[in-house]
């Protein structure tokens, strides 16, 4: 009953006109705010929250971990357990979507026989993103909002995108907005080589903010028809104070991430092998390939030394950063849409070591860090860190870093920019 109380009462206010035409949020995500996986969205929760009047957050699955403590102004709706929704309702009321959206899909670039032979899966996908946009609707009419007094903004450009695309194409919405990462962005990070509904997204979506230039650039050239449509925002990351400076004999290495493939974890193994000074090694994260690389670490040779600390809270590891002298991070990636843990990094003074992909050479630059190749060779990086690490550890050009993190990536300038954005829509 108290919950029913606060949307009339949100509904009253939005209705008085004593607020804005967009200060109720739509907020669709993959996880968030559950588990570990989106982990990033907290920072831009909090600007959000102090400029919505209310935020429902819709997860596509709440499976994957404790809920996060948010704002008092927002709520979390999980209609992925909703009522089963039956095939003739959906192909009731998004038949003709649906197969438009397929047959876009087929006409796309991308190779015709993997889509043929994908065919069965790709249509299971938008029928249960019919499913979802059926639910959002129903509980949307339940709670007595009008979809066209609302801002609509998914965190991904796959996903919810497929389920607010067909509600733009049918009328039930009249705008919406999308960011793009990586994973949601660039094809080749699918094991098919293309996004099939990606045609079908660009045509309904209003407005589609990359996370990079890189991948403004990326969708621009490849879809210059909706080119008007796609711009650049970045994420961000809050003040958190230097990290303690000081002249260790060792080199202290930071690195952040999932233990799985993608991060060629192994590969800064290879490189540490080569520095010819003591170094110890700090990896935060878990993943698939824990013990493997535990096995790994356990052969490296005596004057590396390594601890695997597992996942932190965000607090918790930004708080380690700030209290811990840290030389470098190192990020040895083989894909990247634009990586928070560098943003992290870098407002802390800390400089970066990553490779060359997607968005990350607008982070990590000379006065930041030393950017290296995708296909770097190990003992090439090695030296350059060697040259560099006096340099990096001099207070100045920690300074200097910090002073890129607050014009470029400092969250509450640039989150605040992106409302305006999502409440123009």
């Given at each position: ?16 006109g ?22 990033y ?5 909090q ?96 709670h ?49 080589g ?42 961000g990351?809050?003040d ?55 096995q ?18 965000n ?10 002298h ?71 050009y ?28």
């Open positions: 009953m108290k919950e029913k109380l606060e949307h009339i009462e949100v509904m009253q206010k939005h209705a008085s004593t607020q804005a035409k967009r200060d109720v949020l739509f907020l669709f995500t993959g996880y968030a705010p559950f588990g570990r996986y989106e982990v969205i907290k920072n831009e929760l600007i959000l929250s102090k400029n919505f009047l209310k935020i429902y957050i819709f997860p596509a699955d709440s499976s994957k971990g404790e809920k996060w403590e948010l704002p008092e102004n927002i709520e979390v709706v999980k209609i992925e357990k909703d009522s089963p929704v039956s095939k003739s309702e959906v192909w009731g009321k998004y038949g003709s979507q649906i197969l438009s959206a397929m047959a876009a899909g087929l006409a796309s670039r991308g190779n015709l026989g993997s889509k043929l032979s994908r065919f069965r899966e790709e249509l299971s996908w938008i029928v249960d993103a019919a499913r979802r946009a059926i639910r959002l609707e129903k509980w949307a009419i339940e007595g909002f009008d979809f066209r007094n609302l801002s609509l903004y998914s965190n991904w450009f796959v996903g919810w995108a497929d389920s607010l695309s067909l509600m733009k194409a049918s009328g039930v919405i009249d705008s919406f907005l999308c960011r793009a990462h990586g994973y949601d962005l660039y094809p080749q990070r699918r094991p098919w293309y996004i099939f509904f990606r045609p079908f997204h660009l045509r309904m979506v209003d407005r589609v903010i990359c996370i990079s230039q890189a991948g403004m650039d990326f969708l621009q050239e490849n879809y210059p028809a909706f080119k008007d449509k796609i711009s650049r925002s970045y994420l990351v809050f958190r104070g230097l990290s303690i400076l000081r002249d260790p004999e060792e080199i202290r290495v930071l690195s952040c991430s999932n233990m799985i493939p993608l991060k060629r974890i192994h590969r800064i193994m290879a490189i540490l092998k080569e520095l010819d000074r003591p170094v110890h090694w700090v990896h935060f994260g878990s993943g698939a390939l824990e013990e493997e690389l535990r790994q670490a356990s052969e490296l040779p005596e004057h590396i030394s390594w601890e695997f600390p597992g996942r932190l809270p607090d918790e590891l930004l708080a380690w950063y700030r209290d811990n840290i030389d470098f991070l190192i990020n040895v990636s083989e894909s990247e849409g634009l990586p928070v843990s560098i943003m992290e990094a870098i407002s802390m003074g800390i400089p970066s070591v990553a490779t060359d992909v997607g968005g990350t050479r607008e982070i990590v630059r000379s006065d930041t860090g030393l950017l290296i190749p995708a296909d770097f060779d190990d003992k090439e990086v090695a030296n350059q860190i060697l040259e560099k690490i006096e340099i990096w550890r001099n207070p100045w920690r300074e200097s870093t910090r002073i890129f993190w607050k014009e470029n990536f400092n969250a509450e300038e640039n989150f605040k920019n992106f409302i305006q954005t999502l409440k123009q829509l």
